[in-house]
């Protein structure tokens, strides 16, 4: 196991984004994604945009926190690294992509 600084910031900015997740989905807080733009979801939508948002973001920062517990084995390969990120930020993003598609009214 090899650990660098690389490996703590990840850990930690996934921590954050964890924590920033939870506020969003626990609090209906979409004004932390959207600023101004909140009030273009419908009331009645908020509660699921907020928790898809929320799922959203804790999955992209389980995705960070992966990426830099792989990356603390040199011997396991790249692409494993990659996969990681990939499969669980980018389930992440399209779950936020959709979720916005659908739910914030233009």
Do not use: C
């Amino acid at each position: 196991m090899k650990l660098g600084t690389i490996n703590f910031i990840f850990w930690g900015m996934g921590l954050f984004l964890i924590v920033i997740g939870i506020i969003v989905w626990a609090g209906k807080r979409i004004d932390l994604i959207h600023g101004d733009d909140a009030n273009k979801v419908k009331a009645e939508d908020i509660a699921v945009y907020s928790r898809l948002t929320g799922i959203g973001v804790i999955l992209i920062a389980l995705g960070a926190i992966a990426y830099g517990f792989i990356m603390a084995f040199p011997e396991i390969p790249v692409y494993f690294q990659w996969i990681a990120v990939v499969a669980l930020a980018g389930l992440g993003f399209l779950i936020m992509f959709l979720s916005r598609k659908k739910y914030f009214n233009k």
